[in-house]
């Protein structure tokens, strides 16, 4: 099979699978390009509330595929900029769900995710240094609001890769699985974050990413809604609440 990333909605939950297991899911120029439109389609179908990022089998993703990007570096690092914004620009709730190595444009796109879980075992580095390239300006950033800027300097100065443990701890990663788990505790919480108000989620979104001239809009939203008021009787009544707001709104 070519390399390529693979996709499929289930119980209201898109997986995109970085798949290229014979450079270890390196992504490729045309893997790059692809990205973003498919996140658009994923973000506008109804049916998707919440997207999980995964790689093909032990791997998730290391880095870029070199020699699919002989060309301009500019150009080549404008097309994983391109993608890192687009996932970090869906509308609903990411996770990458990390196995193996997280290298180079595979930590950009993670770090582009809204939460990261790993199975022990798992390996993260950001490599720019190692080959002489300038980290762009929005990663780099984006990496400082995750890990704090000690140690970002310490993966974009070193290019060294660092376990699950050190990612759990500096805040890389949000949970780290035993071998085996991974699977099943991102389809378990992933039925979590589907089950709750895409209202909250999206402000609450938006509001963490810094955004702060929606305060109005998300407050009219909230009246106009009606899910509070569901949310609350759901809670009075023990039962389910039946959240009707969703991003199309």
Not at 123 to 134: D, H, N, S
Not at 161 to 183: F, H, K, N, Q, Y
Not at 214 to 222: F, L
Request: proline content about 5%; some cysteine.
């Amino acid at each position: 099979m070519e390399p390529q990333l693979l996709h499929s909605v289930t119980d209201s939950v898109a997986t995109v699978v970085i798949h290229h297991p014979a450079k270890r899911n390196a992504m490729t120029a045309a893997m790059w390009r692809a990205l973003p439109p498919l996140l658009g389609t994923l973000a506008a179908d109804p049916a998707v509330r919440a997207l999980v990022l995964a790689g093909e089998g032990g791997t998730f993703c290391a880095g870029a595929d070199i020699s699919t990007l002989r060309g301009s570096s500019k150009e080549a690092q404008d097309l994983a900029v391109a993608a890192e914004e687009a996932l970090a620009g869906f509308p609903k709730p990411t996770l990458a769900a990390i196995r193996g190595h997280c290298v180079g444009g595979g930590s950009q796109l993670a770090a582009a995710c809204d939460l990261r879980f790993a199975e022990e075992g798992s390996l993260f580095g950001v490599t720019p240094a190692k080959l002489g390239i300038v980290y762009p300006a929005s990663s780099t950033r984006r990496l400082v609001s995750l890990v704090g800027p000690a140690t970002a300097k310490f993966l974009l100065f070193s290019g060294e890769l660092i376990d699950a443990g050190r990612a759990l701890r500096t805040g890389l990663v949000d949970e780290v699985l035993p071998e085996g788990e991974l699977g099943k505790r991102v389809t378990e919480f992933t039925r979590i974050l589907v089950s709750r108000s895409q209202l909250t989620q999206a402000a609450a979104k938006e509001f963490a990413n810094g955004r702060t001239d929606r305060d109005e809009h998300w407050a009219e939203q909230a009246r106009a809604s009606g899910d509070t008021a569901e949310g609350v009787a759901a809670f009075l009544e023990r039962r389910q609440p039946r959240f009707t707001w969703t991003t199309s709104d």
